[in-house]
């Protein structure tokens, strides 16, 4: 159905029926106005003067291109989260009294589908639609991780297939091979650039009950194309100003068809693209809390902060001897030339969209060996004064008084930078040659994160060594190290960025560098034991991504993850109190919507 008859098919219903009570099913003011009071809302707007004609020019086909990752993105979560939109903005058309149906609005916008984390941390729907799933809409909805391990140990020859990022599962039944078929004939580009898929689909037996693997550039080909339109269409616009950037996007528009991102990998990587950039297609893989290894589409258009990504030029020739220094016995060549750009986010869409301070990709280790990883630091997040008011009446509602003043935007930034280099630094690969993802599975993500804060963390005395700091701003990237791992609510087990924020909070209490004080009873930093305790645990990090042992990384993350409501939720009791906001609700100045 699309917009015009579903607003037809309301007018209608609503001619009939009084409108003053909702449907069964949506959420009134009275149950969404708490979760939107406890959201911060920010609208980010930047200056685009600085871009040339034709960047300018080239907008309006990025922001499309950006809109329909966004709607693949809701439905990559939920199944009816589109059709829930739709009828949503129907009956808001038609409410005489629209406050319940604005707020549902700001609701859906905030969780991007149908489904909200509410102020306990429950994840529940707010419009009539079906439960949540772990493996959100790219498995079949009834599958457990159980089913599945069963069922590759006795196929193996399918783990690749179905374990493959860009790609989902489905049940072999006579009418998902024949939907599969009849979309492969409407795109011949996509027949001809996945050889063997067609063979593989017209021998798959649709009696025989199991599992199959369809690409994403099958499975969402229609959405697909229009992007890649999109996409050539702005680099036909920015070829004569930015021709690496045009390579750029004409090879990621390839690459959405053929569901191998090398091409355009390799030509955004460390290319020079000048005023704008734009990071396109799906990479993250933690909306998939079934396996862990399905990744979700994104898009963020991107403005260059010139001046201070030079300045941060300078200090990544630091790099090796902070790799060399690091508490493992592995050391790899850094590159010397690290792509590391501050930029002011212009718009972000789908998995991208939020608070996000930075992002370093692409994930696949043979593509980071090879052309290395893109450091894209998003500077009007991490320099929003609401945001950071927000994270510090947060850390001060935990930590002792004498240690407020600690906390600056610029520990944040710079904590928040070496992160995303620390995601450079370290294991990529395991002992014998495996990817950590592959390894690891649903670890892998908690791990590679928590080595990168720790890293972070770790490289923070030989910044002041080398100048880069002054006392005061290597104890601002400290203190934020420490409010990095405060938790306002218990996390989900599916939430690798809390969780392993939560253990590396368990294991600086053990090893008492953050201990209660005596007269708050709120948190103190012993700064004297940082170093020594953040090598020990980054050790251990970098052991267990290098070894690569599922069963390990299990004992590791059961020994550490731990939550005791006598300590952690007193202390989140505290920071609900001390802080208005739980969720952030980004919006940018350049959509309309
Ligand atoms: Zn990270």
């Known amino acids: 159905m699309n917009n015009r008859t579903t607003l037809i098919g309301a007018l209608l219903l609503s001619s009939t029926m009084a409108m003053a009570e909702l449907p069964d099913g949506y959420w009134t003011a009275e149950q969404t106005q708490p979760i939107l009071d406890a959201t911060l809302k920010v609208t980010l707007g930047v200056d685009l003067a600085h871009l040339t004609a034709a960047e300018t020019r080239a907008l309006a086909e990025l922001l499309a291109a950006g809109w329909i990752m966004h709607s693949l993105y809701e439905d990559q979560l939920h199944p009816e989260a589109n059709s829930a939109k739709q009828a949503l903005d129907a009956l808001h058309y038609t ?192 909306n998939d809390s079934l396996l862990g290894v399905k990744a979700f589409y994104s898009a963020s258009l991107l403005a260059r902060d010139e001046e201070k990504s030079r300045a941060l030029a300078a200090v990544m020739t630091e790099l090796q001897s902070i790799e060399d220094s690091l508490p493992y016995e592995h050391q790899k060549r850094v590159r010397s030339h690290v792509p590391v750009g501050v930029y002011n986010v212009v718009a972000d869409f789908g998995q991208a969209r939020g608070a996000n301070t930075a992002t370093i990709l692409p994930n696949d280790a043979d593509h980071a060996r090879k052309y290395g990883r893109i450091v894209l630091i998003r500077n009007n997040i991490l320099t929003s004064p609401e945001i950071f008011e927000d994270r510090k009446r947060r850390y001060a509602a935990a930590l002792d008084p004498g240690f407020h003043e600690h906390l600056t935007m610029d520990g944040g930034f710079n904590r928040t930078l070496w992160h995303e280099i620390g995601h450079y630094l370290g294991v990529s690969a395991t002992a014998d040659g495996r990817g950590l993802s592959e390894a690891l599975a649903e670890y ?148 309309d919507d």
Do not use: C
Not at 115 to 131: A, G, H, Q, S
Not at 182 to 208: F, I
Not at 478 to 504: C, K, S
């Open 95 to 286: 409410a005489a009294e629209k406050r319940d149906t604005t707020n549902l609005l700001d609701l859906y916008y905030l969780s991007k589908g149908p489904i909200v984390t509410t102020l306990d941390n429950e994840r529940l729907p707010f419009l009539p639609v079906v439960d949540a799933v772990p493996g959100k809409n790219v498995y079949p909805p009834d599958l457990t991780r159980e089913e599945f391990d069963a069922y590759i140990e006795a196929r193996p020859g399918q783990t690749a297939s179905l374990l493959a990022e860009r790609a989902i599962v489905r049940r072999v039944t006579a009418e998902n091979i024949a939907a599969d078929l009849e979309m492969l004939g409407q795109y011949p580009a996509v027949d001809a650039l996945h050889t063997g898929l067609r063979s593989k689909l017209e021998a798959l037996d649709a009696n025989a009950s199991g599992l199959y693997a369809v690409p994403y550039a099958l499975a969402y080909a229609p959405a697909l194309y229009a992007a890649k339109k999109h996409l050539d269409t702005a680099a036909a616009i920015l070829e004569p100003d930015a021709p690496d950037f045009a390579a750029y996007l004409r090879n990621r528009g390839r690459d959405l068809l053929s569901g191998d991102y090398e091409s355009g990998d390799a030509s955004w990587v460390s290319a020079e693209f000048r005023n704008l950039n734009l990071q396109f297609g799906s990479y993250e893989t933690y």
């Open 444 to 591: 892998a993500d908690f791990l590679e994160e928590m080595k990168s804060d720790l890293v972070s963390l770790y490289a923070a005395p030989r910044l002041q060594t080398i100048g880069y700091y002054d006392s005061e701003g290597m104890r601002a990237h400290y203190a934020d190290g420490i409010r990095r791992t405060l938790q306002v609510v218990r996390p989900r087990p599916e939430q690798p960025y809390q969780n392993m924020q939560l253990m590396q909070f368990n294991f600086f209490m053990e090893y008492g560098l953050i201990e209660p004080s005596d007269e708050s009873a709120l948190l103190t930093i012993n700064y004297d034991r940082y170093h020594e305790a953040v090598s020990e645990l980054l050790a251990e990090v970098l052991l267990l991504q290098y070894a690569g042992d599922y069963e390990l990384a299990r004992e590791f993350i059961e020994r550490w993850n731990y939550w005791d409501e006598m300590v952690h939720g007193k202390l989140a009791e505290r920071m609900q109190q001390g802080a208005r906001y739980r969720n952030t609700m980004v919006r940018y100045g350049i959509l």
